[in-house]
């Protein structure tokens, strides 16, 4: 059964960085493209970023760029995401998904479970 888990999350004064990884198994995702959400409470679930298999092509969202960093090694069979100069407005559950390189959380076939990221001030 495909499976995507997601770690690295946790509590980070603003400022901060993380990184936040998925690890697929299962299936081999090698050849999907792959990408990360976020959910805030209360909040629909928004795109952050996402990764072509190969790595080449890489998308964020405009609130993200210059801060967050997708990357993946396809020999791990992981998808990470670099996460610098954390605000508190970044709080939320992150999700790794794959299928797609778009930001509609509706073109994914798989999702993790989340991990939760929240920013103190």
């Known amino acids: 059964q495909a499976q995507l888990v997601e770690s690295g999350g946790g509590l980070v004064q603003a400022g901060g960085s993380l990184r936040l990884s998925c690890a697929a198994s299962?299936?081999?995702?090698?050849?999907?493209?792959m990408g990360w959400f976020r959910q805030a409470p209360g909040k629909k679930r928004e795109f952050v970023a996402s990764i072509s298999w190969s790595g080449s092509r890489r998308y964020y969202a405009d609130s993200v760029k210059g801060r967050f960093t997708i990357s993946r090694d396809n020999a791990k069979q992981e998808v990470y995401l670099q996460i610098n100069s954390l605000k508190p407005e970044d709080t939320a559950v992150y999700y790794c998904?794959?299928?797609?390189?778009?930001?509609?959380?509706?073109?994914?076939?798989?999702w993790g479970q989340g991990t939760q990221v929240t920013v103190s001030s």
């Open positions: 299962g299936r081999t995702f090698s050849g999907y493209d």
């Open positions: 998904a794959a299928g797609s390189l778009g930001s509609s959380w509706s073109e994914y076939d798989y």
